[in-house]
Each structure stands twice: as C-alpha cells, then as structure tokens.
C-alpha cells in the first residue's frame, strides 16, 4: 500500500517595498526545511531565511502524521538514510555556509524545535561557525517551549554580525 505524504514547508510572503527589492527565491524542495528570499544587489545581498526544523520524535509506524516522519518518507525516496531533524540540519548549515562564502548577509527566522538553553543544538552552532546573533533577547531565565506542540511559532530570531550593525544603527538613527 502506498502512502500518502503530506510536506511541510515553511513560507515568506513579502509585500511593497521588500517585493520590489527581491532578486531571488529558493526552497529545498522537496524537504520544505526552509525557504529563502534574497534581496539587494550582488554586492550587498541580504538572505531572508524561514526554517523549521522537525523535533527529533523516533519514526516509526505509530506517528505517521508527523512532519518528522512524513520527511522521513521523502528521503527514503532519495535513499537518505538519516533520521530527518540530523538530516534538515546538515543541510541548512552547508547552505548558510555557501552563501556566507559568497558575502551574503542573513537574517535567519527558525522554528528549531529545541529549547533555548540547549548548549550543543543547532543555534550555539549557528553562533559558533558563522558568528551569527540572537537578535530577540529574552530573559535569560525565559524559555518559549517551542519543541512543545503548536501551530504558529518563531523561536529564534538571528542575524549576521554585519547585519546586526546595521540594524543597531539604523534603530539609533530613529
């Protein structure tokens, strides 16, 4: 019996003068861990990326509805032999570092599915390897459960150290 898979996908929708500005769009299809809009010139090109990230919730038989295994679906399709999360993750930092290679900014919205004092996930990674920021500071001792069930929900704001100068200094300009 076949069975039927149901891809996630994270989307960005833009509207007056970001539509104007944007050069290009990408997806990974046909995981739908993030989507990506770049805008500016070549010369000073900002990525915009939304991600999600699967929790890391075993695949098996009895949790067929979940994004974890309906991912896990389409990579056995591609003979990919990884639980999806580890998979998702591996191939959003080799992305974020080909366009860091190429001078490109990044202002990255994630749904990371981990909380926020986890010491070894992806976001101290993301800190680590590419010297990005936490551009939402929330109180040290506050964790949104994010890995917890739920619709609508951003847990991580980051960007670039370069872009967060010119963010510091365009809020003290105002």
């Known amino acids: 019996m076949e069975q039927q898979v149901q ?12 539509t104007a ?19 500016g010139s070549q010369a000073h090109q900002i990525a915009i990326i939304t991600a999600y990230l699967v929790c890391s919730t075993p695949i098996c038989p009895t949790k067929t509805k979940t994004s974890a295994y309906q991912q896990w679906l389409v990579q056995n399709e591609n003979n990919i032999d990884s639980h999806p999360r580890n998979y ?14 190429q001078g490109t900014e990044i202002l990255l919205l994630m749904d990371a599915n981990e909380s926020r004092q986890k010491k070894t996930g992806i976001v ?38 370069q872009l967060v100068r010119y963010t510091m200094f365009g809020a003290i300009q105002e």
Not at 7 to 18: D, E, G, K, L, Q
Request: aromatic share 10%; glycine share 2%; charged share 20%.
């Open 7 to 18: 891809t996630r996908s994270t989307a960005i929708i833009n509207t007056s003068r970001v």
């Open 21 to 39: 500005q944007t050069t290009t769009r990408y997806s990974d299809r046909p995981y739908g861990s993030w989507n990506t809009i770049f805008i």
């Open 88 to 101: 998702s993750i591996k191939r959003l930092l080799s992305y974020i570092k080909k366009i860091r290679l």
């Open 124 to 161: 101290n990674t993301l800190i680590d390897k590419f010297s990005m920021h936490e551009i939402i500071n929330l109180p040290s001792d506050m964790n949104i459960p994010t890995y917890k069930y739920s619709n609508h929900q951003i847990d991580f704001a980051m960007a670039t150290e």
